[in-house]
């Protein structure tokens, strides 16, 4: 690799930002180009994120100024809805460019690829995402969701029902009830009973209804969900586990455990953790717990995978 390809980040603040900031500044094959933020803009990007060696400074781009910048790839980190005129000035002025979209604005859009590599390989459809320019990073609590219930899925006999619960980073910046964190001392806060968007777009992913509930949980990060799954034909717990073991064999980033993995266990680290496999007396249904970083996993490290895919790099690089 002769030169690395070069990176601009639209959305640097929050935290997923951060962590962007971090794997692309660590990354052997890529450079941070630049980092859009208009609060920070003028500030060292160094001064929020230590990882970064290339001297960055924060700048506050027009959607304009950001799609005309020498860069092989851009990556929108922005809420939903945000990011629009940036997509419109890089169709305009650089339409064959590499960009990967955080938000969910995408994720229903056909002329997008979905990016969750090993839900695309188990439905028989990884190459997609090789060359792509355009990707939808999924959501993440539809991640760990999907991952839990996918290798199933011909053995449901109905909807699988799945509860969720994050970390408060996954609620941004924007101060609300979800990330106030004197509110949720000592608390646990369901919201958005039905229809949750990664409810939605797990279904629509997975081509199979699911039922999802979320929570929110006073730890800063980290995911976990536990999903209920209806059964065809009874099986033991044993036979649950290797249907797992045998559809993640080969993703570095997915370990399969007998034990029930914790949100703790799921902080930090750059893949999911599936386990608990556990099988009702009567064979009617199963449980599986998935657990993961929303930030990682749910965000960034996923967002690295798909630039690599994208970019003609291996898909793990940067990550592990």
């Given at each position: 690799m002769s030169e690395p390809y070069l990176v601009?980040?639209?959305?640097?603040?929050?935290?997923?930002?951060?962590?962007?900031?971090?794997?692309?500044?660590?990354?052997?094959?890529?450079?941070?180009a630049y980092a859009v933020s208009r609060e920070y803009a003028g500030r060292r990007v160094s001064e929020i994120a230590p990882e970064d060696t290339d001297e960055c400074i924060f700048e506050a781009l027009a959607p304009e100024e950001a799609a005309k910048r020498r860069v092989d790839a851009i990556v929108l980190a922005l809420p939903d809805g945000a990011g629009a005129p940036y997509l419109a000035a890089i169709d305009r002025y650089a339409p064959g460019k590499v960009v990967v979209d955080l938000s969910?604005?995408?994720?229903?859009?056909?002329?997008?690829?979905?990016?969750?590599?090993?839900?695309?390989?188990?439905?028989?459809?990884?190459?997609?995402l090789k060359g792509a320019t355009r990707i939808a990073n999924p959501g993440c609590?539809?991640?760990?969701l999907q991952l839990a219930v996918a290798p199933m899925l011909e053995r449901l006999s109905g909807p699988p029902s799945v509860f969720g619960v994050s970390g408060y980073s996954g609620a941004g910046t924007s101060p609300s009830p979800r990330n106030d964190v004197e509110r949720l001392k000592d608390n646990l806060m369901p919201y958005k009973l039905?229809?949750?968007?990664?409810?939605?777009?797990?279904?629509?992913?997975?081509?199979?209804?699911?039922?999802?509930?979320?929570?929110?949980?006073?730890?800063?990060r980290g995911i976990v969900v536990t999903a209920h799954l209806p059964l065809k034909a009874p099986m033991?717990?044993?036979?649950?586990?290797?249907?797992?073991?045998?559809?993640y064999r080969s993703e570095p980033l997915i370990a399969v455990e007998d034990?029930?993995?914790?949100?703790?266990?799921?902080?930090?680290?750059?893949?999911?953790?599936?386990?608990?496999?556990?099988?009702?007396?009567?064979?009617?249904?199963?449980?599986?717990?998935?657990?993961?970083?929303?930030?990682?996993?749910?965000?960034?490290?996923?967002?690295?995978?798909?630039?690599?895919?994208?970019?003609?790099?291996?898909?793990?690089?940067?990550?592990?």
């Open positions: 601009g980040l639209v959305g640097a603040r929050g935290h997923t930002g951060r962590e962007l900031i971090r794997l692309i500044s660590q990354h052997p094959g890529f450079m941070l969910a604005d995408y994720r229903f859009d056909e002329r997008w690829e979905y990016g969750l590599p090993e839900l695309r390989r188990l439905m028989g459809e990884g190459g997609r609590y539809a991640t760990a039905v229809g949750h968007n990664h409810e939605r777009e797990a279904a629509r992913h997975l081509r199979h209804p699911v039922r999802f509930t979320p929570a929110v949980h006073p730890a800063f033991s717990a044993a036979e649950l586990k290797a249907v797992y073991a045998d559809a034990d029930i993995p914790e949100l703790k266990d799921g902080a930090g680290v750059p893949g999911v953790i599936v386990g608990g496999f556990a099988v009702a007396a009567d064979g009617g249904h199963a449980a599986v717990v998935a657990a993961e970083d929303n930030l990682l996993k749910g965000a960034a490290v996923q967002a690295i995978q798909n630039l690599n895919l994208a970019l003609g790099l291996p898909e793990f690089l940067g990550v592990k």
